[in-house]
């Protein structure tokens, strides 16, 4: 009895012992630095960057309201509230219009004859190994001022003057969706790739037309899938910076940059941290509406 | 009701070009079993996704009562299909499995209830019917790829070996089922099966395949006792082949010590008998008297088979009933008379190869 007992002991202790580097890495550079920011967010900002250590809400209060200089009054703050908005509304943007070039991109390469994906695939992800810099530049040397688009239609006649596209949510936009496309397209090219034809066969059989067939049969099974792609779109998309800061400038903001200004020209660290929290808590609400669709599929 | 007329359907195109299905024509009358059978590869699923719409035929007509569908979608024949792989909707339940093609036709929500429980109740299934397909053994899950099927009503149910995933014991069960359902329903089956004994202990009439060709169409004891050729012979049953001629009026065995009188043009033939027909005794009347070798003896419960060569080294094989006290009919080694009753004999066209 005695011996099984320190057997049992021996055996949770080497278990412990082989978690014990993931254990460390979690804590030392996912929980660690998680507290820190938590922290900050509670203190108060150093004149020169950086934290002063006194208690202080002044940064979770920023992110919604702001304080007159003059008599003190509180508003809500209209910056960071259009900041807010634009970041979710692009987010959402991105995601439909990837969906809509993804879903098809998808079902065209899952539907090639098994040589042909590969080839197909290769296609989709070369942009994703390439510098995500080099990326959004090359989006931006499209439909700058005098960009190919605006150069092309201006030789064909087709406008006048250059159409202003850069710095703005447009903009944005265009970049967001080139970049992220592929995080749509593999997971959904994934589910279809799964998805049996025969059933498809099998519905055709049973009096279904095309649309029932689709509604019926293929959506409810790609659907993982497609969720996942979104998820995979929304959530990078919620926190871009590298695209915003390119194609939108100063005048189309999103969160990621609002976050870096204040850890930068904005000197307001507890408030950047206060703001990397919304945006953790933002990715949060989209995980748990995530695992609720999923997980509700399974159980009905 | 269904016409088949010079039915080719060929895949690919130029050098690479399989014709897998060769002037096929037949008629199914309504309320038959009838039965695909041939060796794997001859062209029975190519023959029933034409029927059911899934391919168009390269040439030729299929006529359903009347009216010409050859070019028709699957969704707009009165025709259903049972998979090979059941090819149930793992995303739905076993309810509305079998209801998807009322659905699919916009029928109203009480007759589709109506109908799915009358259907659940047919195939035995109806305390599954809120499980996920998913979730059933393989003879349930057969059970509500039948009843999807049937549920529509439809002119013609195909069946592509729907038994062929499952076990013995199974399927022996579900022969019996499908036969009953048949003649409950009172439908028209075209079944699929590269199985002979399924074939001929259900089918009112088979029509057996090899190559892309019908080779005969007969019911089952037909097909058994005369077989049109040496491919349904050899596919039906266990036979054995043997060279013969005939010459003015008489079939000559050459190993055989006699002659019978035969009502055959004269030249070669293949002569062909049932082990079980093979007598082995000397001095029968009417018969072909042989002296053969006993290779070997198999016993197989109800019977042995009894593994013989001739002078010659053609091998023939007897198959002898085991009585009650269980004496061996030879001993391996031994050299026996054997005798082939006439009546037994069936003759064959010889056959180049
Ligand atoms: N889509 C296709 N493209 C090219 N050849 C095909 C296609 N479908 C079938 N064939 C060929 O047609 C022939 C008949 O195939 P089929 O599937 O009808 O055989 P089967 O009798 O159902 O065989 P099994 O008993 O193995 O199911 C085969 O030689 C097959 O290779
Ligand atoms: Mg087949």
Redesign the pocket.
């Known amino acids: 009895m005695d011996a099984q007992a320190q057997e049992i002991r021996s055996d949770t202790l080497r278990r412990w012992g082989l978690a014990l580097p993931a254990v460390t890495i979690i804590t030392l550079f996912s929980i660690l630095p998680l507290v820190v920011v938590v922290i900050y967010s509670f203190l108060a900002p150093g004149d020169f960057g950086g934290v002063r250590w006194q208690l202080s809400v002044e940064g979770w209060f920023s992110v919604l309201f702001e304080r007159d200089i003059f008599d003190d009054t509180v508003t809500l703050s209209d910056a960071h509230l259009t900041i807010l908005g634009r970041s979710v509304a692009l987010s959402l943007a991105t995601t439909v219009i990837t969906l809509i070039l993804g879903v098809p991109t998808a079902w065209f390469i899952a539907t090639r004859p098994a040589r042909q994906r590969a080839f197909w695939l290769f296609l989709i992800t070369i942009p994703f190994w390439t510098n995500l810099l080099v990326r959004t530049i090359a989006v931006q040397e499209m439909i700058r001022s005098e960009g190919v688009f605006n150069n092309l239609f201006l030789s064909v006649g087709l406008i006048d003057a250059p159409i202003q596209m850069m710095f703005t949510n447009f903009a944005v936009l265009v970049g967001m969706a080139y970049v992220f496309l592929p995080l749509m397209v593999l997971p959904v090219y994934a589910a279809i790739e799964k998805f049996d034809f025969r059933l498809a066969e099998a519905s055709y059989d049973l009096y279904a037309s095309r649309l029932y067939c689709l509604r019926k049969v293929i959506l409810p099974l790609v659907r993982p899938g497609i969720i996942a792609g979104s998820i995979l779109v929304f959530v990078p998309s919620l926190g871009a910076y590298v695209t915003p800061r390119i194609m939108g400038g100063g005048k189309s903001m999103m969160l990621g940059n609002l976050i870096e200004m204040q850890f930068g020209q904005g000197r307001n660290w507890p408030l950047g941290a206060a703001l990397s929290l919304t945006l953790t808590a933002l990715v949060l609400v989209a995980l748990v509406w995530y695992t609720r669709l999923t997980a509700g599929k399974r159980r009905g | 009701m269904l016409d088949l007329r010079n039915l080719t ?1 060929r ?2 195109k130029g050098d690479s070009a ?4 060769h002037e096929v024509s037949f008629s199914i009358t309504e309320g038959e079993f009838f039965t ?1 059978l ?12 034409l029927i059911a719409g899934f ?1 168009p035929p390269t040439s030729g007509a299929l006529v359903l009562d009347g009216r010409d569908i050859a070019h028709t979608p699957p969704n707009r024949r009165p025709v259903n299909t049972v998979f ?1 792989n059941y090819a149930l909707f793992p995303h739905l339940t076993v309810a509305e499995n079998v209801g998807f093609a009322l659905g699919a036709q916009g029928r109203p929500k009480v007759e589709i209830a109506e109908t799915v429980t009358r259907m659940l109740d047919l195939v035995q299934l109806s305390h599954l019917a809120q499980r996920k397909s998913g979730e059933l053994s393989g003879g349930q899950q057969q059970r509500v790829a039948l009843a999807r099927a049937l549920a529509p009503k439809p002119r013609i149910l195909l069946l ?2 729907p038994l062929s995933a499952l076990d013995m014991k199974l399927r022996k069960e579900m022969q019996v089922e499908l036969k009953r359902l048949q003649q409950e329903t009172g439908l028209t089956f075209i079944f ?1 099966t ?1 199985d002979q004994e399924e074939a001929l202990t259900m089918s009112d009439r088979i029509a057996v ?1 090899g190559g ?1 060709r019908i080779q005969q169409i007969a019911s089952p004891r037909e097909l058994y006792d005369q077989p049109a050729n040496r491919f349904v012979a050899g596919f039906i049953g266990e036979t054995n082949f043997l060279a013969a001629t005939c010459a003015a009026g008489r079939l000559i065995l050459p190993q055989a010590a006699t002659t019978l009188p035969v009502a055959h043009a004269d030249g070669p033939v293949t002569l062909m008998v049932r082990p079980e027909h093979v007598v082995l005794a000397g001095a029968q009347p009417d018969a072909l008297t042989l002296t053969a070798q006993v290779d070997r003896l198999v016993y197989f419960g109800t019977d042995t088979h009894v593994h013989l060569h001739l002078a010659d080294g053609c091998t023939l094989v007897a198959r002898v009933q085991n009585g009650l006290r269980g004496g061996l009919p030879c001993r391996q080694g031994e050299t026996i008379p054997v005798s082939l009753p006439g009546d037994a004999l069936h003759l064959l066209p010889q056959e180049a190869g």
């Open positions: 359907k895949f690919g399989v014709t897998a299905l695909l041939g060796p794997s590869g001859c062209g029975k699923t190519t023959l029933l996704r391919e090979q592509d070996e699929v590269h395949m892309g």
